[in-house]
């Protein structure tokens, strides 16, 4: 510690008397401090330590905190970043509004555009600035306030114009929304056994909503024929062959390689039917499977041969991973006493 105090005196341009001035001792204390006679009282440390230009830390343990002094700096630098991009932002946010509303009242008399900026900004302080402010669950708070942001973005263009789309673009946004942010939603606030069934939740929430976005889609643009007697029963077979997935791999009591091989076979039967079905669905035709014939690679069949090549290669792969999964376990040794 006498190395450390004279090395950091030095450094900070003091000579013991100095020093003792600052601290309020005699200098013949600090030079026995120098010596390693005696050493500072605790109530002396933090003096001292303001007078060196060093952390009491760094006294005690008698050695530099480089670390320390590199991640104290990066802070500093952290919170001026902070303070700048905030004061900026809310500056910069401010002063459109303002010019927006005296602009659209002396032009118009009154308040109609004004209302689509406010929304915009609205939705770009939420991403820009209000992380800055929130200190719990920051990721939801922003994503709850950008996505409310939006929605009265949309309505403001819709109030103004009139252009009829808010109940399409709403109805995207909201299954966007279920699709990517409801499993995560499910994890981060759901309790017990919401977690343990959160894929099949995930499953059948996501239907929903597709089943209602295509129902507004259809419906707007006038074909509320085709979400009866197509949409539906293709969202309702999508979300069956999900929903047997999801059964299969989370709920049977079976090994991995098991399931596995059941998921394969299931992907054999669909790579057989899909496309007829659909085909069959949209044309209001007859199913009819497609022609194979390995032998004759033509027009005619090449559809046929190939989905029978994806089928054989799954029933091929559900047969090695059912026999991969009966092989018996291999006991390690035991470890020697």
Request: glycine fraction near 8%; charge should be positive; proline fraction near 4%.
């Amino acid at each position: 510690m006498g190395r450390f105090l004279a090395t950091a005196r030095r450094t900070a341009g003091l000579t013991q008397k100095e020093l003792a001035s600052r601290v309020f001792v005699t200098e013949s204390a600090v030079s026995k401090w120098e010596r390693g006679l005696s050493y500072p009282d605790l109530a002396t440390l933090g003096p001292l330590a303001r007078a060196l230009g060093v952390t009491e830390g760094e006294l005690v343990s008698a050695s530099a905190d480089d670390r320390g002094r590199l991640d104290a700096q990066q802070a500093r630098v952290h919170r001026r970043w902070r303070g700048a991009l905030l004061w900026t932002t809310v500056g910069a946010y401010a002063v459109a509004l303002v010019a927006t509303f005296v602009t659209n009242l002396a032009v118009e008399h009154t308040l109609s555009w004004f209302w689509i900026v406010a929304a915009a900004v609205a939705l770009a302080f939420s991403l820009t600035t209000l992380p800055l402010l929130v200190t719990g669950r920051r990721g939801w708070t922003t994503f709850a306030a950008a996505l409310a942001s939006l929605g009265l973005l949309l309505a403001s263009v819709e109030a103004l114009t009139s252009a009829g789309f808010l109940g399409i673009a709403g109805a995207a946004i909201l299954f966007a929304v279920v699709v990517i942010w409801g499993p995560l939603a499910l994890r981060s606030f759901g309790a017990g056994w919401l977690r343990t069934h959160s894929a099949m939740i995930s499953v059948v929430v996501d239907a929903v909503a597709l089943t209602l976005m295509l129902a507004v889609i259809l419906g707007a643009v006038g074909e509320g024929w085709a979400f009866v007697e197509i949409a539906l029963p293709l969202v309702a077979g999508g979300a069956g062959l999900a929903i047997l997935i999801v059964l299969v791999l989370r709920y049977l009591p079976l090994r991995g390689l098991q399931r596995a091989a059941i998921v394969c076979v299931v992907g054999a039967v669909v790579a057989v039917v899909a496309g007829p079905l659909v085909n069959g669905l949209l044309e209001r035709a007859p199913v009819v499977l497609a022609p194979v014939d390995l032998t004759t690679w033509s027009n005619a069949t090449i559809n046929g041969n190939v989905t029978a090549l994806i089928a054989a290669a799954c029933v091929v792969a559900a047969i090695v991973l059912l026999a991969l999964s009966f092989r018996p376990v291999r006991q390690g040794r035991p470890m020697p006493r």
